[in-house]
């Protein structure tokens, strides 16, 4: 396999990751009881801050990846969103609840300003390419519902954390050691290089 096919389905991947990861929580709290809250109203509130750190937190990520390294940044995403996924399935208390949630959105606002930008990088920017994209992310939401509840069913909420958060983290391990080190680097600023050439024509 190419080196830009791997890195394009590993973007990919991380499309259903990422939608995946986020709508564990709204099926799994429907089993917790009144662990975490009296009533269903209560316990939803618990992913505020996950939900608010996904959307404001992509404006840094963004930055990030560009001043940095989208791939480094890629890599930070799979690993932290299946640790904070399986510091979930962990908490015992309604704040340790929050903060490993809160992580899952904070790691979960990487994947749309960075991973999109890689994808544009290695994969081109073609109606099938995002399709294809697309596609994975709608059934990372179609399948959160059904496989936390499966799961929960089965062998409780916290192993419908802990299974996912577990199998996502050795997706991150396996995309660090399969991507090439320059996969998704950003494009040169034109505008600097331009400059760059007339300093040096005129030396």
Known sequence: MQSSTRATLFINIAHFVDHFALLIFPTAVLVMGGEFGADYGDRILI??????AFGVLS???????DKWSRRHMMAVFFIGIGAALFGAGLATSSLWLIVALGAVGCFGAIYHPVGMA??????GTSGRVIAWNGVYGNLGVAFAAITTAAISEQFGW????????????????????????????????????????QVMDIR
């Open 47 to 52: 992913a505020t801050g996950s939900f608010l």
């Open 59 to 65: 404006l840094p990520a963004g930055w990030l990846g």
């Open 118 to 123: 890689m994808l544009v990088s290695v994969a």
């Open 158 to 197: 916290r192993v419908a954390f802990m299974v996912p958060g577990a199998i996502f983290f050795l997706i991150g391990i396996s995309y660090h050691l399969l991507v090439p080190a320059d996969a998704g680097a950003a494009a040169p600023d034109k505008k600097k290089a331009a400059a760059d050439k």
